[in-house]
């Protein structure tokens, strides 16, 4: 829609990513379609088809580029990644045919950060080589924004880690190698150091699926997201990932690159509806002229322009002070754009749907799954509230109390000072102005 990248070399990766997504990604999308087919390495089919692809996206040189060399990246900074995945945003196999699909990715980040060299060749390894899928097991069913009333607990008995309690919402544990739990280790601790991260092998005795949990419009048990019990399942101490009492530090380096990336992809898929409406308007007729006739069309049309130009300078700002290494500011951008996903694409895909009529939300167009994609994005990694309240404090800590009864910005207190300032202007009699 617009192009930012001033590197001509980096342009012709990206030309060359929109060509290659759109003729041999969403072809996928089109015929491998089931919920979370593009996780489903049990269908020879799908990976007979994916295999090519992914080959040559490596050949590209542009295969997991997330990862940073040592592990096999290409070193992109934040703000070229945040480039390549609004072209993978409107695709449900665009992330996985790239080797970027989450949570394998901030899977495999927190095992090359926090993983022994024995975890890392066990479950690095394949996981970087999109031979295998993962799963990360955290939010249980009594709640998921506030860590505090998670249940779940891992007790050592002797060699070994014994893990028992229900998981909600673990996406993808139904095609997963593996499966990182957080649990409750030490319940009298702080809950920052309350818990901890365990690998466990999907084939583990205890581990059994509830109910494969769909989103809105998929069938029962079709979905993807894992009502989970642990039942004494057991592990041994050597699959805890990281320090123990750690799992909040480990989560949180999970979080923060994949947040940008899932904004990234969100405006890939609001750019697509802005495309699909700008489209419709031209094509469709009503009362004697085209949708693009009529003024509430046009302000639509408009509007969302100005808001997907607005939000990709917001992903674009996050990623580049990610990349000058402020920390805190980085933090800022991502919580900024953490909290506009859900909004930009709700208001961008609800506009397209309209203008779509009684197509819009039919399950022959893309929009109805932007629309849960929508709503889904206020609450993966962390409801929109919390990410308010969280942003809202950083913007806070530097914030002074005003100094005096009124706040500073106070027009008769101003103004008394100015009449000060300024008194002896204010006191020039008519014979000093000649
Ligand atoms: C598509 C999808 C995939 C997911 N994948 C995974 C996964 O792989 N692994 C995993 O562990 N989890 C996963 N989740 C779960 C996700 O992390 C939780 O949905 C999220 O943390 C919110 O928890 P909850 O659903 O229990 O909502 P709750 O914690 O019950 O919150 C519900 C609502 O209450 C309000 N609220 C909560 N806290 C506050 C507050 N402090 N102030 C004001 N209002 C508040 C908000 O409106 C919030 O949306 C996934 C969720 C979705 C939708």
């Given at each position: 829609?617009?192009?930012?990248?001033?590197?001509?070399?980096?342009?012709?990766?990206?030309?060359?990513?929109?060509?290659f997504v759109?003729d041999e990604v969403?072809p996928m999308?089109?015929v491998f379609?089931?919920?979370?087919?593009?996780?489903?390495?049990?269908?020879k089919r799908a990976l007979a088809a994916v295999r090519p692809l992914q080959a040559e996206v490596r050949r590209q040189?542009l295969w997991?580029?997330?990862?940073?060399?040592?592990?096999?990246?290409?070193?992109?900074?934040?703000?070229?990644?945040?480039?390549?995945?609004?072209?993978?945003?409107?695709?449900?196999w665009?992330?996985r045919v790239f080797g970027?699909?989450?949570?394998?990715?901030?899977?495999?980040?927190?095992?090359?950060?926090?993983?022994?060299?024995?975890?890392?060749?066990?479950?690095?390894?394949?996981?970087?080589d999109g031979?295998?899928?993962?799963?990360?097991?955290?939010?249980?069913?009594?709640?998921?924004?506030?860590?505090?009333?998670?249940?779940?607990?891992?007790?050592?008995?002797?060699?070994?880690?014994?893990?028992?309690?229900?998981?909600?919402?673990?996406?993808?544990?139904?095609?997963?190698?593996?499966?990182?739990?957080?649990?409750?280790?030490?319940?009298?601790?702080?809950?920052?150091?309350?818990?901890?991260?365990?690998?466990?092998?999907?084939?583990?005795?205890?581990?059994?699926?509830?109910?494969?949990?769909?989103?809105?419009?998929?069938?029962?048990?079709?979905?993807?997201?894992?009502?989970?019990?642990?039942?004494?399942?057991?592990?041994?101490?050597?699959?805890?990932?990281?320090?123990?009492?750690?799992?909040?530090?480990?989560?949180?380096?999970?979080?923060?690159?994949?947040?940008?990336?899932?904004?990234?992809?969100?405006?890939?898929?609001?750019?697509?509806?802005?495309?699909?409406?700008?489209?419709?308007?031209?094509?469709?007729?009503?009362?004697?002229?085209?949708?693009?006739?009529?003024?509430?069309?046009?302000?639509?049309?408009?509007?969302?322009?100005?808001?997907?130009?607005?939000?990709?300078?917001?992903?674009?700002?996050?990623?580049?002070?990610?990349?000058?290494?402020?920390?805190?500011?980085?933090?800022?951008?991502?919580?900024?754009?953490?909290?506009?996903?859900?909004?930009?694409?709700?208001?961008?895909?609800?506009?397209?749907?309209?203008?779509?009529?009684?197509?819009?939300?039919?399950?022959?167009?893309?929009?109805?799954?932007?629309?849960?994609?929508?709503?889904?994005?206020?609450?993966?990694?962390?409801?929109?509230?919390?990410?308010?309240?969280?942003?809202?404090?950083?913007?806070?800590?530097?914030?002074?109390?005003?100094?005096?009864?009124?706040?500073?910005?106070?027009?008769?207190?101003?103004?008394?000072?100015?009449?000060?300032?300024?008194?002896?202007?204010?006191?020039?009699?008519?014979?000093?102005?000649?």
């Amino acid at each position: 829609m617009w192009d930012f990248s001033t590197d001509p070399e980096f342009q012709k990766k990206l030309d060359w990513m929109k060509q290659f997504v759109r003729d041999e990604v969403e072809p996928m999308d089109l015929v491998f379609n089931r919920p979370g087919h593009n996780f489903d390495v049990t269908d020879k089919r799908a990976l007979a088809a994916v295999r090519p692809l992914q080959a040559e996206v490596r050949r590209q040189g542009l295969w997991a580029c997330h990862l940073t060399p040592d592990l096999g990246g290409q070193g992109y900074g934040q703000v070229q990644l945040a480039l390549m995945n609004e072209i993978l945003g409107a695709t449900k196999w665009g992330p996985r045919v790239f080797g970027c699909q989450a949570p394998d990715s901030g899977n495999a980040e927190i095992l090359a950060k926090f993983g022994t060299p024995e975890q890392r060749a066990r479950y690095l390894a394949p996981l970087l080589d999109g031979e295998i899928v993962s799963c990360f097991s955290m939010t249980e069913p009594q709640g998921g924004s506030d860590p505090r009333v998670f249940e779940t607990r891992a007790v050592r008995d002797g060699d070994e880690w014994v893990i028992d309690g229900y998981k909600w919402f673990s996406s993808q544990a139904r095609w997963a190698s593996f499966i990182i739990v957080m649990a409750v280790t030490d319940p009298a601790a702080p809950a920052a150091e309350r818990f901890s991260m365990f690998l466990v092998p999907a084939e583990t005795p205890g581990v059994t699926i509830v109910r494969n949990t769909g989103l809105m419009g998929e069938h029962e048990d079709e979905g993807a997201h894992a009502y989970i019990h642990y039942d004494k399942v057991r592990v041994p101490a050597d699959a805890m990932l990281g320090q123990e009492g750690g799992a909040f530090h480990v989560a949180q380096v999970r979080l923060g690159g994949g947040r940008i990336h899932h904004a990234m992809r969100t405006l890939g898929a609001a750019t697509k509806a802005y495309e699909m409406m700008k489209e419709r308007a031209v094509s469709r007729f009503t009362q004697g002229g085209p949708l693009a006739g009529k003024q509430s069309t046009l302000a639509a049309i408009a509007d969302s322009y100005v808001e997907l130009l607005q939000f990709r300078l917001l992903v674009l700002h996050a990623a580049w002070t990610i990349d000058q290494g402020d920390r805190e500011a980085g933090k800022i951008g991502i919580g900024s754009v953490k909290i506009m996903s859900p909004r930009i694409l709700k208001d961008i895909v609800g506009r397209a749907i309209q203008l779509h009529g009684s197509l819009g939300v039919s399950n022959e167009l893309p929009l109805g799954g932007y629309w849960v994609k929508a709503a889904s994005q206020g609450l993966v990694d962390g409801p929109t509230e919390v990410h308010q309240i969280g942003l809202a404090k950083r913007i806070l800590k530097d914030a002074k109390p005003a100094a005096g009864l009124f706040p500073s910005e106070h027009i008769p207190t101003r103004e008394a000072a100015a009449r000060e300032k300024l008194a002896r202007y204010i006191a020039m009699r008519e014979e000093e102005f000649a």
